[in-house]
DNA sequence: GCCCAGGTGGGTA
DNA sequence: TACCCACATGGG
């Protein structure tokens, strides 16, 4: 399967399922609170702990800045990781509220490499977590990997199983056109496809509405 | 009880 | 570079 095939899986799955309107978040601070705590963890999780925080009404950076450390993390609990997370998080509002006076839009302004680098310089913000946040929160025109996106190529042979991140990043920004709402769209797509039909361990396409697709791109059981 | 989830960083050879 | 591991909760 030649990377080729990348804007016609992009066109069968916008027919399929149509538009995303991802990320599944009301502003962009808590796109990148989601980018964070969705971490090695299933989105059902990161919502109980997002609907914590807009209980305790801590859903801008002045107000989360301000709680103690015990607070956060019983805050964020059910996503996991939750030491892990809120020192990460700190990290974030650190730079965020010292540097840009809790501006996410100054924080996410200039040129993407710049920022993207700013950015990885915060530990625990990796390539992908960094990347969500600037597509999603930032509109800028960077493609996100995933662990479905790498699952999904591996499966229909367009990479190996443990292809680099950047690899994967740059096949589909030189096989796709600049424009961040493919980017999103085509992102928010390659996790409905793999929620479908995709599963570590199980893929299945069972009731997958995909499954000619499926049978195309040679996705098991249908290859 | 066991496996898995929209990663990241640190350690070792 | 290439693995291995800790990190933690909640759902199937």
Redesign the pocket.
Known sequence: MPTQSIPYIYTRLSTAFGPQH???ADSPFEVVL??VL????????VR?ALDNLRGAGVLVPGAMASLEEAELQALI?????????SATLRRVLDVLVGEYGGSLEMFLAGETPTVRARL?N?????????D?ILL?AGTHPIF?I???TR?ICSRIGVCAP?A??AELQHMFMHALPEDVQLYNEY??LL?EL??CCC???KPQCNACPLEDMCRQLHIPPFA
């Open positions: 991802w990320w599944p989601g980018a969705t971490q090695n963890t299933r989105w059902e999780n109980m609990r059910p996503a996991g990781f939750f030491r892990q997370k990885l915060i530990k625990g913000v990796g390539p992908e977590t960094a969500s999603y996100v995933d662990a479905y699952r443990k680099p991140y992102h928010a996790v793999a929620k599963t570590k361990n």
